[in-house]
């Protein structure tokens, strides 16, 4: 189902449960989640390991890391720092640390999980409390990764910064390609930001690419390239949010964050042209040193509380009847629909992954 008939029918179950539901429909599902087994797990872990686990890409303005770590520390009393790690770069540190390493946990876009729990070997099997409940394309079989939120790529937008330019707000694609953005327009480095990499593969899509034709894709990076302001290698929520970036390439929800929490002149835009759905996931470090608050952890990310966390942070949960009123309510793009966007396989995008980079790397990237 596309993301926004999953919204529309969201609308349609919630309306009918509160009708007819009492007590309210977050307290029956909470009701359904075993709370009472689940913290029992997490003290006989904290006993046994400490008060401290270690996740590799949490970085505290995405997806809302901070305030969900910070709820799980104040809650429950474990205390996860933040990591500044994209997806590829846990990925990478990870391979090259297997035994040594510190991370219990990894989190990265899921078309890199999935490469790094299977192809790459770096993550434990382990089926979380909800697992059931998780879509069957959001997960390993074998439990090597799942998914435990979703947003879309969008146009992330400082109306005051393009006012200051004296250029009106892009609708599309090929809009980006007029010199008037030029240095107005930014994305993060594909090859370090899981995020960045379906960034470039919207363009792709949007442009007529697939699975298994990148050439669209690359031909209009070429052809942007120009008006690009930099290629980070380090998240650019704060420039965007300052409006040193005008346009950002990057998840809605951040951009909903941004102007509903962080109160920025931010507007987010679905590009007319369409843009792709990009799922995250997480995965148990096969050499944790703390597998037991690890599990207990990743029980908790598919609890209705976090999910519910992740709503109210414009991220569409994983675990769909978890999504809040709240968010529904305020999860409306400047211009475009979410009926542009396209879901593409998970497992469909990994062949791709790599000689996409390369392709990048080799002949957009500033040398």
């Known amino acids: 189902m596309k ?32 709370k009472t087994g689940w913290l029992k797990k997490l003290e006989e872990a904290k006993k046994a390991e400490g008060r401290v686990m270690i996740q590799y890409d949490a970085q505290p303005n995405y997806a809302n890391w901070g305030g969900v770590t910070l709820f799980f520390k104040k809650s429950y009393g474990v205390d996860i720092p933040p990591d500044m790690k994209g997806s590829s770069a846990t990925m990478a540190a990870l391979v090259k640390e297997r ?5 219990d946990v990894a ?31 959001c997960k390993d079989p074998e439990g090597r990764w799942f998914c435990v939120h979703e ?14 330019a004296g250029v009106p707000v892009p609708k599309c694609w090929k809009d980006l390609i007029d010199p008037k953005y030029k240095g107005l327009v930014a994305y993060d480095d594909p090859t370090v930001h899981g995020t960045a990499w379906e960034s470039i593969f919207s363009a792709n899509v949007a442009m007529g690419g697939s699975t298994k034709d990148i050439k669209p894709g690359i031909e209009y990076l070429k052809k942007l390239d120009p008006n690009i302001l930099r290629y980070s290698r380090d ?21 909903y964050k941004m102007k509903w929490e962080d109160g920025g002149p931010i507007e987010v835009v679905i590009p007319c ?20 608050l690890a599990m207990a952890y990743l029980d908790w990310l598919l609890s209705p509380e976090a999910q519910g966390i992740w709503a109210d942070s414009y991220w569409l949960p ?10 529904k309510k305020k999860m409306k793009p400047l211009h475009g629909d979410y009926k542009l966007v396209k879901s593409v396989p998970i ?16 002949q957009i990237k500033r040398k």
């Open 318 to 327: 994983a675990i769909r009847e978890y999504m809040t009123e709240n968010a």
């Open 3 to 34: 993301r926004w008939e999953v919204i529309q029918a969201v609308v349609l179950v919630t309306l009918i449960a509160l009708v007819t539901c009492e007590p309210s429909t977050v307290q029956a599902q909470a009701q359904a989640w075993d």
């Open 273 to 292: 042209e369409g843009t792709i759905a990009t799922p995250l996931a997480m995965g148990m470090v096969k050499w944790a040193k703390r597998p037991k």
């Open 151 to 164: 947003g879309v790529i969008a146009f992330i937008v400082h109306t005051k910064a393009l006012e200051r």
């Open 235 to 255: 998240t650019s929520y704060n420039p965007a949010l300052r409006g040193e970036v005008a346009i950002w390439f990057n998840a809605d929800g951040n951009g």
């Open 107 to 137: 989190y990265y876009n899921a078309v890199i999980a999935a490469q790094a729990g299977v192809e790459k070997g770096v993550h434990a099997p382990y089926k979380p409390m909800g697992w059931d409940k998780l879509p069957g394309d």
């Open 99 to 103: 035994q040594t390493t510190v991370a």
């Open 347 to 362: 497992l469909e995008k990994q062949d791709i992954i790599d000689p996409y980079k390369k392709a990048w790397l080799e």
